[in-house]
Each structure stands twice: as C-alpha cells, then as structure tokens.
C-alpha cells in the first residue's frame, strides 16, 4: 500500500508526522512525501528520512494550493490502498493494520474510515474519540452518504483516518477540487459510490488543529462548500438524496460550521506552536 504526505509549512510538526507512519505495525507500505515548496525548513526536516528505502522525497512547484498537492503526491502512489496524511496529523500504531485488515476481509469495500481524536499543537487531546459511531461496521456506500449528507458535516473523517482503494479513488477521478474546503469528504462520496462502507469503531489517528483554520469568512465559505458539495452529488446522482435530505444537510452544515469556530477561538492559545 501507498500512504502519500502533502506537506507545506509544517517544520513544528512534520518530524512527528512521519515517525507516526514508520512506526505503523504494518510494515508493508512506501511512503511518498511531496513538499509543497515550504520555506519554513520542512523540506530540511525531511532530509532526515531521505536515506530510508520506504521513503520518496521531493518538492513541488508553488501554486494550487493543497488540492494541487493532494492531487500530485497521490499521483505517484502505486500501492493496492492509499491514504493520504496531511504532514501535521499523526496515525495511531495500529491504523494501518486494522484497515487494512477490514479491506482485505471485505472486498466489496472501497473505503475504511475510523474514529480520531483531534489534538492541539502540542499533541494534547483536545477531544478523544471524534466520528460517529452510528455508522460503525459494514455498510453500503450510498447509505453512508445520505447519513454524511443529512449530518451536514464529515462523518468519515479527516484524510489521516481514511483508507481507500487506489482503484477505487482512480475511477473517481481522484481529489474533487472543486470544493476546496472539503476536498476530503467530496472526494469520498465519489469513492463510495464505487462499493461499501466500513467504519472502525476505535480512534486510529489524531487530526491537529492550527490556530489559521477559522475566521468569520472562513466559516460562511465552509458551509456554502458543503451545500454546494451536497448539491452537485445529488445533481451527478439522481434519486441518491432527497430534498429533506438537502434541506436538513444545509441547515445542519451552518450550525456546525459556527459553531466549531467558538470551539476554534476559545482553544486558541492552545493551536499555536511554542517557539
């Protein structure tokens, strides 16, 4: 399997990130590292791990944002699954493992996700066990996205608690881009109309929150890309969701975008690095 890192200004972190992926019990993978042309010192950070057979290195040039990087570090993957980790996250030593395992005893199923815990700079839990655990198991691919749409939010989880058959993420044209503030999610549901659902119910990685995630703006642009997401899928998928569906994802989808940015300004201090 293929576990690809996007990385762009994360020199806090990123040495942490990818001791997280080698020290995997799984051991069957390469780890394909793509530096987004950072200036911080990351990409002096990753030499590091140049000299490591299961490791590739290398940089892109600036411009397009992280779509562009999601898209050109996946690109290179070769493995039968792929996850993708974002170069601040962290997975937990026996993520890879138990997903691969659920693949394996599940053919039908094209993407495993897992509950996370969300962290703060300093790697303290911030919350334990984030995801629903509603949708624990198997289940079938379009099923789970009425849920996710009807939720208004990310039930499957950030990139690091994903899984997904390479395949199966090909088919779907790779990362949806077109909706940029939930790339991760959108991309999913094109995934999961290719097979099954299967929902580990144990936390396997912890997604970082950064202190330049949330505003004002950031929180009316966020909701309007879920509704804009929720809207297209039903659009490419007749009789996939319903208009309650749609009413209630949308309404659901402001609520809690407002509402994770109170949590953002009240943990404030605690997302930025200490330097």
């Known amino acids: 399997?293929?576990?690809?890192?996007?990385?762009?200004?994360n020199v806090a972190f990123v040495e942490a990130t990818i001791e997280s992926v080698l020290g995997q019990t799984f051991t069957d993978f390469n780890l394909l590292i793509s530096d987004h042309s950072s200036t911080d010192g990351t990409w002096q950070v990753l030499q590091r791990f140049a000299t490591n057979p299961r490791v590739t290195l290398w940089q892109t040039e600036p411009g397009g944002g992280a779509p562009a990087n999601w898209a050109a570090v996946t690109s290179r993957a070769t493995g039968e699954f792929v996850k993708l980790v974002c170069g601040d996250d962290l997975l937990r030593p026996r993520c890879l493992q138990e997903q691969?395992?659920?693949?394996?005893?599940?053919?039908?199923?094209?993407?495993?996700?897992?509950?996370?815990?969300?962290?703060?700079?300093?790697?303290?839990?911030?919350?334990?066990?984030?995801?629903?655990?509603?949708?624990?198991?198997?289940?079938?691919?379009?099923?789970?996205?009425?849920?996710?749409?009807?939720?208004?939010?990310?039930?499957?989880?950030?990139?690091?608690?994903?899984?997904?058959r390479r395949r199966s993420l090909e088919a779907a044209g790779g990362w949806w881009a077109d909706f940029p503030y939930v790339i991760d999610e959108a991309t999913y549901a094109r995934v999961l109309l290719d097979g099954d659902l299967y929902a580990v119910d144990a936390p396997l990685a912890a997604f970082r929150l950064s202190s330049g995630q949330w505003s004002v703006a950031l929180a009316a642009s966020q909701s309007a890309q879920v509704i804009a997401f929720h809207e297209a899928l039903a659009a490419g998928e007749p009789g996939l969701l319903s208009p309650h569906d749609l009413a209630r994802g949308a309404f659901m989808a402001k609520g809690l975008s407002l509402a994770r940015r109170l949590v953002y300004l009240a943990l404030a201090r605690r997302l930025t690095p200490k330097g």
């Open 1 to 9: 399997m293929s576990v690809v890192m996007p990385t762009f200004q």
């Open 100 to 164: 691969v395992q659920a693949m394996d005893a599940h053919p039908s199923v094209v993407l495993v996700c897992a509950r996370r815990e969300v962290i703060d700079a300093q790697g303290r839990v911030v919350f334990p066990g984030r995801g629903s655990a509603r949708i624990s198991g198997l289940h079938n691919g379009r099923w789970a996205l009425r849920q996710a749409v009807r939720a208004g939010t990310n039930i499957f989880g950030e990139p690091a608690a994903v899984l997904m």
